[in-house]
């Protein structure tokens, strides 16, 4: 069974400093996804990563994926309130069959 | 173009009672996932269909159920509420580029 883990949990960062979310997975897969959640609201899509050594790039968001070592990360750069947010990463593990297993969630609060 | 839509936003049942959820993909998107979030939580995948045949279920049991029709809307139904019930239920309308996933805002159930 699939299983994603994501740490830390739970982030306080004041704005302006840097930090990264780590996602780890147990099987292997080509396909990554990053989505942000605000409290009370729906998922929004930040980063699809498709293949080893993959970076995307969105503003303050970097996002990468490392299939070899089952990891990706979410790098926040100079922080600011508005990335305040539940970050998930999500795994597709079998092409064809577009289940999505998530991860625990990273909530980011950013202190101004 | 219009994202994807689910009806009701909100609702409120007693254990025992059935409900009934719908989505609307995105025009042009032939599959739908769909998605159980309770508080606090990570997304649980439940069903998705593609081209009205299920391609894939998760691990919940047989009160849950689901449908989708000739224009590509999906139901989603769940019998014999219990108080476990009450999450917030998301439909994933999935692209055909990079199957990537794009959440409706959800249909919060509470279950009294």
């Known amino acids: 069974e699939l299983k994603v883990e994501q740490n830390p949990l739970f982030l306080s960062m004041q704005e302006g400093k840097n930090y990264t979310i780590y996602c780890n997975y147990s099987t292997t897969s080509d396909r990554l996804y990053w989505y942000r959640q605000d409290p009370g609201k729906s998922l929004e899509s930040l980063f699809v990563?498709?293949?080893?050594?993959a970076v995307k790039q969105e503003g303050r968001l970097m996002a990468s994926l490392d299939t070899k070592a089952r990891l990706s990360t979410l790098h926040i750069t100079a922080a600011v309130h508005d990335l305040s947010a539940t970050y998930f990463c999500?795994?597709?593990?079998?092409?064809?069959?577009?289940?999505?297993?998530f991860g625990t969630g990273t909530r980011l609060t950013i202190i101004p | 173009d219009a994202g994807v839509t689910q009806s009701p936003t909100h609702l409120i049942k007693t254990r025992g009672q059935h409900v009934t959820l719908r989505c609307s993909p995105i025009s042009g998107h032939k599959s739908v996932s769909w998605y159980q979030q309770v508080l606090g939580q990570g997304p649980q995948f439940i069903f998705q269909?593609?081209?009205?045949?299920?391609?894939g279920r998760g691990n919940f049991p047989d009160r849950f159920s689901a449908r989708q029709f000739p224009n590509y809307s999906s139901e989603l139904n769940v019998n014999a509420l219990l108080l476990g019930d009450s999450a917030l239920y998301l439909c994933a309308s999935i692209g055909n580029v990079y199957n990537e996933q794009f959440f409706g805002p959800g249909t919060r159930l509470t279950v009294l």
């Open positions: 999500a795994v597709d593990e079998d092409f064809g069959n577009e289940k999505l297993t």
């Open positions: 269909y593609y081209e009205k045949e299920e391609r």
């Open positions: 990563l498709l293949s080893n050594g």
